[in-house]
């Protein structure tokens, strides 16, 4: 048995053995997908597409709300597997794991027909002209995931995939397999005829061999590492991709910032899901008036977050989800304390307790040359930067490779609507952090080397369509005045009329 981490042991018989990071007891284990076995859930999936594409948008939405009431009904036992799988509380499996994926399952099950009803319009100029857009499915999609948010990130895109009329193959990360096979059956327990959805579990070469196979399209979320050798391999063959990667996000605390909810986002926003958020806080700009107060009593509320996983008295901070983000999250600390940070509390494994645990830690002192304020952590750990002003704290913000959520917080939705408009990310919340990635409705996507692509929304829907575009002639004529014969009259006529149609308009020239 060869062991790459304590959590994955790649046995000879070529499977993953899927481990609580919490307690380290073997969980379960799922067999890693060779591109054989991937090139063949291709075909099937190919061949069962074509009539999943023919049925209607109401037809398809009666499967994803089946598998909806499912959810709904056996939402303790999934949560369960969520939170022993990541090493999260219960709590939040059920907060940003089942919730957003019942919210996104309504939200698309009844929203599509609308979003992809097909657009046709009278063309300006060409007045005898019409065209129509419809919004066809790719065909088989690939969607690999990471393990931070392992049922809800998949399974929204699952929906939008299969809801747009795409066979889809869901490749779970290697860490969170398990909660992966439970998205597939949950969908088999709606009915969804065979092939619709497969899931492949395995490791990166599984997600290669997927990236290889003879799909259509790859919805890809993790890391810019990995994001970059998928665009890589797609450019070769032009497919098209969507790349959901990682973060650095800015939380810019004004001076007339609402002080309790401020600092309790804080918490929640470094902290929640151990700090492996995309959009997790990692880096605070507090302005310096306030800036004393603030950071006393974010760290006094720091303590009082209880670490640890207990079903029954649900605690606020579960562990780390494997060893590498251990060794990540306890490398950023040692820098940066050696670089001149302070830690106010925590900065320590919990080693009292058996599984991958770290103390939610607050720094300050940081700088720009520390790895803590230019890589992403994805743990626990909260560096916070006392700025002069508002306009020092966007330039610090925008001081980053990434761009994928921001957050400002005052009192002043105007003031933070202009300094949104500065920051360089994909959205920006004004006093909320995170949960935008939990609605159905909104657009979720980065900037920079945060991404490229859209996931959720009506524009993250039409990731999963191609356009096909008809134009038809309303009056037909024998010929059209732009065809042959040429003539130095027709150039003339031609000249006078891209005038008169863009420079003077008709009612003038006539
Ligand atoms: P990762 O890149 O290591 O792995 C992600 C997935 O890619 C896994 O399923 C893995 O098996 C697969 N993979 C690995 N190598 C591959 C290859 N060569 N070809 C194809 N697939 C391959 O990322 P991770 O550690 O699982 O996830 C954490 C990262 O994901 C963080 O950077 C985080 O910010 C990011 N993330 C981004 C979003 C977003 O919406 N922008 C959401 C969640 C997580």
Known sequence: MEATDTQILRTARREIVSINPATMAEIGRVPIFSSDDVNHAVNKARAAQPAWAALTFAERARYILKAKDLLLDRQDGICELISQEVGK??????????LPVANLMDYFARKSAKLLRDERFTLSVFRNKKSRISFNP???VGIISPWNYPFSIPTGEVVMGLMAGNAVLLKPSEFTPLVGLK????????GLPDGILQVLTGDGATGAALVDAAINKIFFTGSVRTGRKIAETAARRLMPFVLELGGKDAMIVCADAPFERTVNGALWGAFSNCGQACASVERLYVVESIAEKFINVVVEKTKMLRVGIDGKEQKDIGSLTNANQLRIVTEHVNDAVAKGARVLTGGRRIESLPGYFYEPTVLVDVNDSM????????GPVLPIVVVKD?????????????GLLASVWTKDTNRGKQIAAQVQ???VIINDVIYTHGAAETPWFGVKESGFGVTHSKHGLREFVQMKHINWDVLPMKTNPWWYPYSEKKRRDFKLLAKVLHKWGLKKWI
């Open 89 to 98: 509380p219960a709590v939040e499996a059920m907060t940003s794991e089942v």
């Open 138 to 140: 790719f065909g088989v």
């Open 183 to 190: 998205i597939g059956e949950l969908f088999r327990a709606a």
């Open 371 to 378: 790895r803590v304020m230019q890589e992403e952590t994805f």
């Open 390 to 402: 508002d306009a020092e704290a966007i330039g610090e913000a925008n001081r980053s490779k990434f």
């Open 425 to 427: 990310a994909g959205t």
